[in-house]
């Protein structure tokens, strides 16, 4: 089971997780990103690339469905105005075992921070700057194309 | 050479000045680096937005690749800062 | 913030997410271990050491807060009977980025499955057995011993 | 010798036939593993409990330790399976 969800309103997330259980299998890992409630951050918008964004979550959560052969593979991420403490992204990983549910649920959050058309852009008092890329993003999502990985 | 959509995210659009438009670049324009290039000569906005190439992504018809990706039928093309969700 | 929790009661995963997001930080990585559906078990019995297993898991949480620094680190067991498809195990770390969280979690996992005394009684069909301990769960507590872990 | 309280859970408790007694083992029992001996001589249920010791493992007073640890002056002594929560 996949389920995409690119949404303006707030996760749910004793849905997705009911969601990510009915597969029946034993173990569940999720990640959980929120806005900052602790930097001084006023609001986050997000843009999106509308289409493109859906595929392109899709095929992260078809990859991590394909290499540890998950029962269920969850990505929803909202877009628009939030607040501090809100939910940004939730990721969730099925499996038999925690190894794979785990490491799966890893491999979800990393490679949507590179392969997903998203911008955020922060308000700070009355400054709006768009949030730069990391680079520690990129090296975290290329660990799972090495070989050892 | 076809009529192409081209759209902008974040603050390449924001610089352009619109999301959306459609363009008709001459024949000669073979990759996506080489519509950038076209493009900057457009107006001002343009050429603030792709001041450094180095900064762009880009989208062929949805599909994330390389500036030097060429162009062939493309419908839609999306030019756009380094992804910064999740 | 550390919360610990042996409880009779079913978990509840909206309740516990809103514990883990009260710190404040950007990131919160989660496991729920299930009783699983498709495997025959009937009814799955907790046995625990009242007292020592909740000295036990504040051990695994205190470890876990010191090593990776989290505002926020939960763990929740229920001990009695139990159905499958119900939650066994919920737990929770929450840091300002996803590395911390999510290695933390695993570690929060991997640590209880060894180190915190509950016994799992399988009932399948008229046939009571207990739950033999895996190999597997010693070697994934211990790589956190290691120095490069 | 003062007297100790054992604890015993899952398949161990089950044999013995209880989860809980006092006992007030000789002089000569040093260590966990030494209690372990004398207790499995009391009854068959006690003997069948620890027929196999790499099975067994034990706590002194709540805390987990090797069945060579000394006894001390442990006041609640668990013994018990590896354990299979989570």
Same mark, same amino acid.
């Given at each position: 089971?996949?389920?995409?969800?690119?949404?303006?309103?707030? *996760?749910?997330?004793?849905?997705?997780?009911?969601?990510?259980?009915?597969?029946?299998?034993?173990?569940?890992?999720?990640?959980?990103?929120?806005? +900052?409630?602790? !930097?001084? $951050?006023?609001?986050?918008?997000?843009?999106?690339?509308?289409?493109?964004?859906?595929?392109?979550?899709? /095929?992260?959560?078809?990859?991590?469905?394909? +290499?540890?052969?998950?029962?269920?593979? *969850? *990505?929803?991420?909202? $877009?628009?105005?939030?607040?501090?403490?809100?939910? *940004?992204?939730?990721?969730?990983?099925?499996?038999?075992? +925690?190894?794979?549910?785990?490491?799966?649920?890893?491999?979800?959050? !990393?490679?949507?921070?590179?392969?997903?058309?998203?911008? /955020?852009?922060?308000?700070?008092?009355?400054?709006?700057?768009?949030?730069?890329?990391?680079?520690?993003?990129?090296?975290?999502?290329?660990?799972?194309? +090495?070989?050892?990985? | %050479?076809?009529?192409?959509? %081209?759209?902008?995210?974040?603050?390449?659009?924001?610089?352009?000045?619109?999301?959306?438009?459609?363009?008709?670049?001459?024949?000669?324009?073979?990759?996506?680096?080489?519509?950038?290039?076209?493009?900057?000569?457009?107006?001002?906005?343009?050429?603030?937005?792709?001041?450094?190439?180095?900064?762009?992504?880009?989208?062929?018809?949805?599909?994330?690749?390389?500036?030097?990706?060429?162009?062939?039928?493309?419908?839609?093309?999306?030019?756009?800062?380094?992804?910064?969700?999740?």
């Amino acid at each position: 089971m996949i389920h995409i969800s690119v949404q303006q309103s707030t *996760i749910d997330i004793a849905a997705e997780m009911t969601r990510a259980e009915a597969a029946g299998a034993g173990a569940v890992a999720t990640f959980t990103g929120l806005v +900052r409630a602790d !930097d001084g $951050v006023g609001t986050l918008e997000l843009e999106h690339y509308p289409g493109a964004t859906e595929a392109a979550l899709l /095929k992260v959560a078809e990859g991590a469905v394909e +290499r540890w052969g998950l029962s269920a593979a *969850i *990505i929803v991420h909202r $877009v628009g105005p939030m607040q501090p403490g809100e939910r *940004i992204v939730f990721v969730a990983a099925t499996a038999a075992h +925690r190894g794979a549910a785990l490491e799966a649920c890893a491999y979800l959050i !990393d490679r949507l921070k590179t392969d997903a058309p998203f911008w /955020k852009r922060e308000t700070r008092g009355v400054t709006a700057s768009w949030v730069e890329a990391r680079d520690v993003d990129h090296a975290a999502a290329e660990r799972w194309d +090495r070989p050892e990985a | %050479m076809a009529k192409i959509r %081209m759209v902008y995210f974040a603050w390449v659009r924001e610089r352009i000045g619109t999301g959306e438009e459609t363009v008709e670049p001459p024949a000669s324009v073979a990759t996506v680096a080489d519509l950038v290039d076209w493009l900057a000569e457009i107006s001002v906005g343009h050429a603030e937005a792709f001041e450094n190439r180095a900064r762009l992504r880009a989208a062929v018809d949805q599909e994330f690749v390389p500036l030097d990706t060429p162009i062939g039928r493309a419908q839609e093309i999306a030019i756009f800062p380094p992804v910064t969700g999740g």
